[in-house]
Structure formats: structure tokens, C-alpha cells
Nanobody, 126 residues
Framework: VQLQACGGGLVQPGGSLRLSCEVSGETVNYLTVAWFRQAPGKEREAVSYKGSRGGSTYYRSSVKGRFTISKDNAKNMVYLQMNSLTSEDTAVYYC????????????????????WGQGTLVTVSS
């Protein structure tokens, strides 16, 4: 399985951005996917998760109501729609995947994901 993330860039506070993750080597519907991010000087943190075959969706509390994770099974893509962005969202964003669903207590653990894309930088600044 290979993941290719893109869509990052510079956006003003309050703006929106959509990240894309192209998946190859497996049908995205059969994969559990997640977005992580890492800000300068900070540890990588989980942002959102979407289970395989209609599985659960999770968000970290700070992005709930602002970010939306989705899959496009026809295009084999994963997206992260980010709205109302703040400087706290500035980070390198990574898409990740695994073959089986995770329980709610484990989705945020980066060690659970075996497939990773390269990062895409999101900078929120005026």
C-alpha cells in the first residue's frame, strides 16, 4: 500500500484547505485511514480517523466541528477538509493507513498504522 498526500499550503486564519491522500495498492474502502500532524518542536498527534467498510469516524477534540475526513472509493482517495483554520493547525500533515479497524482507545496511536504517506505542510498565518 502506498499513500501520497498533497494539498498543503499557506492559508489565512479562518480560511479553509482540503488535503488529499492518493491510495494505491489496495482499495481504500478496505483500509482504515487516518490523518496525523506534527507541528515544529512537538510530537506527532492524531487528527482524524475513518474505519474501513463504513467503520467509525473519530476526531481529536480541537478539530471537531471544523475538520471532516472522507473517502472517495471511486477515486481511491482520502480527504481532510479543514475549515476555520487557526495558527494552532500549522503543522506537517500525514495520511496513514492500516488494514483492520481500531477500537476508539487506539485510533490515535501512530504505532498502529503500518502505511504512511509523506507529509504535506499546512501553514496558517496572516
Amino acid at each position: 500500500v502506498q499513500l501520497q498526500a498533497c494539498g498543503g499550503g499557506l492559508v489565512q486564519p479562518g480560511g479553509s484547505l482540503r488535503l488529499s491522500c492518493e491510495v494505491s495498492g489496495e482499495t481504500v474502502n478496505y483500509l482504515t485511514v487516518a490523518w496525523f500532524r506534527q507541528a515544529p518542536g512537538k510530537e506527532r498527534e492524531a487528527v482524524s480517523y475513518k474505519g474501513s467498510r463504513g467503520g467509525s469516524t473519530y476526531y481529536r477534540s480541537s478539530v471537531k466541528g471544523r475538520f471532516t475526513i472522507s473517502k472517495d472509493n471511486a477515486k481511491n482517495m482520502v480527504y481532510l477538509q479543514m475549515n476555520s483554520l487557526t495558527s494552532e493547525d500549522t503543522a506537517v500533515y500525514y495520511c496513514a493507513a492500516r488494514r483492520n479497524n481500531l477500537v476508539a482507545s487506539a485510533w490515535h496511536d501512530s504505532r498502529q498504522y503500518g502505511y504512511w504517506g509523506q507529509g504535506t505542510l499546512v501553514t496558517v498565518s496572516s
